[in-house]
């Protein structure tokens, strides 16, 4: 990506290898080109594991799962702030069935995913519960990864639009099934079983606030799952805007992660 009034895209595309050379970091224009961002920011590294670059650090070394290995892309450039108005990304607790944090997630570490486990009735489910700005567009996304089931959906609930939609993911084959009427939805490779399920929908004048789910099912289009039927999940994330964009985890409050700046 690259920001229209500041840079040419041919000139950001010298950043990935064995296009014009091997040009690995943004050190190699001895400072004509200079990179600033006010907070930190993810990326995903060689490995396919989610890393955090400090204040002012560029993300040189992004890579991207092609479905079957790790292709570095370079230098991972937003060029507009985005908050996370979940207050606690990376924290759940479960509506219905249990939920534990008990599993390895897209950060690497042993413990930082969630297993959401089926009751013997109903569905296995967690919700977030956010608010919105009237007659926008807004996205929220989730990692997930197949346990005994391949399939979750994730609802929008009590918005005015839409009203308690829905769409299906397969977290086995990456693919997006059934998506109900005032949504869109998009699936994702993360790598290491991982896939990043989003939904993005637009409010009315009205909306104000509202809750979203993720839920586990026995199949597309379905609304139940079956007794001991488990999936994993790692880090929510609800934003204005028409697509996810990089993770930012939260702990108690919004956060925002600011721009990236470059300057020829």
């Known amino acids: 990506?690259?920001?229209?009034n500041s840079i040419t895209p041919q000139l950001v595309t010298q950043f990935k290898d064995g296009v014009y050379g091997k040009h690995s970091a943004l050190s190699t224009f001895d400072g004509v080109l200079n990179h600033a961002r006010s907070s930190a920011a993810t990326y995903v590294d060689s490995a396919g594991l989610l890393q955090t670059a400090a204040s002012?650090?560029?993300r040189e070394n992004h890579h991207v799962y092609n479905g079957s290995a790790w292709v570095k892309e370079g230098y991972l450039h937003e060029p507009e702030a985005a908050t996370n108005l979940v207050t606690e990304s990376n924290s759940f607790t479960a509506a219905t069935g249990t939920i534990s944090q008990d599993a390895e997630g897209p950060d690497g570490a042993i413990t930082s995913a969630w297993t959401l486990e089926n009751p013997a009735s109903n569905s296995a489910r967690f919700g977030k519960n956010v608010t919105v700005t009237n007659s926008s567009g807004h996205t929220f996304s989730c990692f997930a990864k197949a346990g005994t089931t391949d399939i979750i959906y994730i609802s929008a609930i009590s918005f005015t639009t839409p009203s308690n939609s829905s769409a299906w993911f397969d977290i086995s084959s990456g693919t997006v099934g059934t998506i109900n009427t005032g949504l869109s939805a998009l699936i994702e490779n993360s790598g290491n079983g991982w896939y990043r399920c989003s939904i993005t929908f637009t409010t009315d004048a009205t909306d104000t606030s509202g809750e979203l789910r993720v839920t586990l099912s026995k199949g597309d289009g379905q609304t139940t799952a079956d007794a001991g039927d488990n999936a994993y999940v790692y880090g929510a994330q609800f934003e204005a805007g028409s697509v996810p964009t990089s993770y930012i985890?939260?702990?108690?409050?919004?956060?925002?992660?600011a721009a990236d700046t470059l300057t020829l």
């Open 56 to 58: 002012g650090v560029a």
């Open 1 to 4: 990506a690259y920001a229209a």
């Open 249 to 257: 985890p939260t702990s108690g409050s919004t956060v925002t992660r």
